[in-house]
């Protein structure tokens, strides 16, 4: 220790209490000895922009998990989104109005889970499994089960951009990602409703108690995840340049995986939005390296599932020794 | 305690990540002098179909001493789209992609030609970018084989069920456009026309729903073996006499065949495609111009 005790000191703390921050040090410093391509700037670019769609998914993903609730219907509310957006594109119709409307469907859809959850008094497991389902159905009925190419239109390029442009040498979705997080953090950490979040997931019947309108919390909770679904739909979209009926598949669960890697407890209550972001980032450079290593993709899922039950086993165990 | 912990941790990972890594001869692919390195990145490789295609790549690759780097996109076009980035930013000289879906493709093509990696479709093709060659089975030609052998066993009239795949897939449209051209004028009627997405279980659960609507049905054309043999078990629980012709002939479906389950498959000879793949390439990596779209044969498996 020595002379640097105390700043060595802050350091171990801060990494004892971030113990995914380990997990995506080791991670990288690993890859970097094992691919010389891995820590290039184009690799590094280009994991921040494949991971920014699971990142925005796993923010509205922590409010929920925060309050002790789930949303499995994400991945169907960024098929049908970004299927309505697409189509709303290759019509023509200006752009910002495009990303208003596809926002507030989501907003409308995260409500219906909110009020499914609150008023109709389901488990959000359930509620959300049925919408997730009927989102599908829905998203196969609008598209007929087929792709929708957003181009067409005047405008159809400009959209692209949201997924495909640069500025300033970095990609619009990891912009896009960075303001999420930052808005999230803010409202979790500064704002009256962030801390009824936190509240809400510690002891319902204590805030209920202390006059908090809970209902309104899982409204708003469920809202911000369905328009953070929704904002994925947009990236998604813009990226592929086309919607598939089929998207979004599965990215549930990989959203539940980040934030259960950034230590978010599932029973509510406690959980960062910087948490998630790097199980994000753990997530997305996992699925990267994977890839450089040319680990046969039916090991891939294999060490994805390691390192999943790894992080968490060990936010477990500290959590038990405090 | 705590540094145990890490330690465990570390050791975990190395594992995981690195053992894996190493364990498949993961060399680093800058390409070394002579050698070329290509890049295959299958739509799936949850279907026997596309393993046999990266199988056949994987043989002709080895044959000719290049390095071949397959990634699985797991049916998604963004996992799609990751994976042809992941393999741009390693240097590879060309990229071989059978697309989960001809337009959502377009936009890792364009990766592909921005990074001036020439790319070329199998199986399914692209609908936009610059594709140098697209190497596939003739689907039209395949759906009319399987209409005509339909019509010549029902003696040119009945009831068919036509069991479609992924809408949209170019293989699903042109082998139903190949079938209905051969039965256009016939006698033989489609009772029932439903998508099971090339899917062995969605097969069986669509059959059944028909099974149960129509009260007549003389044959089944499944625009894949998956679906056939998903159909095949719904057809024999329900104890009917219906004649199914599959396409692909995967080795479960040759078995079916033999065993008088199954009247038919068009055999698709996915292993050719991977290896003519890999061999087109080498050639337009020694600079060669090879022909914009490359059909590969295919047969009719009966009993």
């Known amino acids: 220790m020595g002379k640097f005790s105390l700043k060595g000191r802050n350091w171990k703390q801060f990494l004892s209490d971030n113990k995914p921050v380990v997990v995506l040090l080791i991670l990288v410093v690993t890859m970097s000895f094992l691919s010389d391509r891995f820590l290039t700037w184009s690799n590094i670019i280009t994991v921040l922009r494949q991971t920014s769609i699971n990142a925005v998914i796993a ?122 997080f930052f808005i999230s953090w803010y409202t979790l950490n500064h704002l009256k409703i962030g801390r009824y979040t936190y509240a809400l997931g510690s002891n319902e019947e204590a805030t209920m108690y202390s006059g908090i309108k809970t209902d309104n919390i899982k409204l708003f909770v469920y809202a911000v995840a369905g328009v953070l679904a929704a904002l994925a739909g947009i990236i998604v979209t813009a990226r592929l340049g086309s919607a598939q009926p089929t998207a979004g598949s599965g990215y549930e669960l990989d959203a539940i995986a980040a934030v259960v890697i950034g230590g978010t407890s599932m029973a509510g209550g406690i959980g960062t939005i910087f948490g998630t972001a790097i199980g994000a980032m753990i997530i997305g450079i996992l699925n990267n390296a994977l890839n450089m290593l040319q680990v046969s993709s039916y090991y891939q899922d294999v060490a994805k599932g390691v390192v999943i039950l790894i992080a968490v086993l060990l936010d477990r165990k500290q959590r038990k020794s405090r | 305690m705590n540094k145990k912990r890490y330690f465990a941790l570390a050791l975990a990972l190395v594992l995981a990540v690195g053992l894996a890594g190493c364990g498949t001869g993961g060399t680093d692919n800058g390409g070394g002098e002579g050698e070329y390195t290509i890049g295959l990145v299958v739509s799936t490789l949850n ?156 097969g069986l659960s669509v059959m059944e729903n028909i099974l149960q609507a129509q009260p007549e049905i003389d044959a089944i054309f499944a625009h894949n073996d998956e679906m056939a043999l998903g159909a095949l078990e719904a057809v024999k629980a329900s104890g009917r006499d219906i004649m199914i012709v599959g396409f692909d002939a995967t080795d479960d479906a040759v078995a079916a065949v033999e065993a008088g389950d199954l009247a038919a498959t068009v055999q698709q000879l996915p292993k050719d495609i991977g290896s003519i793949g890999v061999d087109t390439a080498m050639k337009v990596l020694g600079g060669e111009t090879v022909d914009e779209y490359i059909p590969v044969a295919l047969e009719l498996v009966t009993q």
């Not at chain 1, 290759?90 to 752009?95: E, F, H, K, R």
């Not at chain 2, 000719?64 to 998604?76: T, Y």
């Not at chain 2, 082998?175 to 099971?196: K, M, P, S, W, Y």
């Open chain 2, 47 to 202: 279907n026997p179909f596309f393993v046999d295609l990266r199988d056949g790549a994987q043989a002709k690759a080895d044959e000719l001493g290049a390095s071949l780097i397959v990634l699985d996109s797991q049916d998604d076009a963004a996992t799609e789209l990751s994976n042809v980035e992941d393999l741009v930013n390693q240097g590879v000289d060309l990229i071989m992609i059978n697309p989960t879906d001809s337009d959502a493709v377009g936009s890792a093509v364009a990766a592909a030609n921005g990074a001036g990696i020439p790319v070329i479709t199998l199986d399914r093709s692209a609908n936009s970018g610059d594709v140098v060659a697209h190497i596939a089975s003739d689907n039209v030609a395949g759906g009319e084989m399987a209409g005509e052998f339909i019509v010549e066993q029902l003696g040119g009239a009945g009831k068919v069920v036509e069991l479609e795949g992924i809408p949209g897939a170019s293989a699903a449209r042109e082998r139903g456009e190949g079938f209905n051209a051969a039965i256009e004028g016939t006698d033989l009627e489609v009772v029932a026309r439903q998508t099971a997405n090339f899917d062995r279980a969605e």
């Open chain 1, 59 to 180: 923010t509205g993903m922590t409010f929920a998990i925060l309050i002790g609730g789930i949303d499995l219907s994400v991945g169907s509310v960024l098929a049908i989104t970004g299927a309505i957006a697409a189509s709303l594109v290759a019509s023509g119709m200006n752009i910002i109005l495009v990303v208003i409307l596809t926002l507030l469907i989501g907003l409308g859809i995260g409500l219906l889970n909110g009020l499914l959850i609150s008023k109709g008094r389901l488990q959000p497991f359930i509620a959300t499994l049925g919408t997730m389902t009927l989102l599908r159905g829905l998203t196969l009925v609008y598209t007929q089960g087929r792709p929708i190419s957003i181009f067409g239109s005047d405008t159809s390029a400009m959209f692209s951009k949201i997924g495909t442009g640069y500025f300033l040498g970095i990609p619009i979705p990891v912009y896009i990602m960075l303001v999420v």
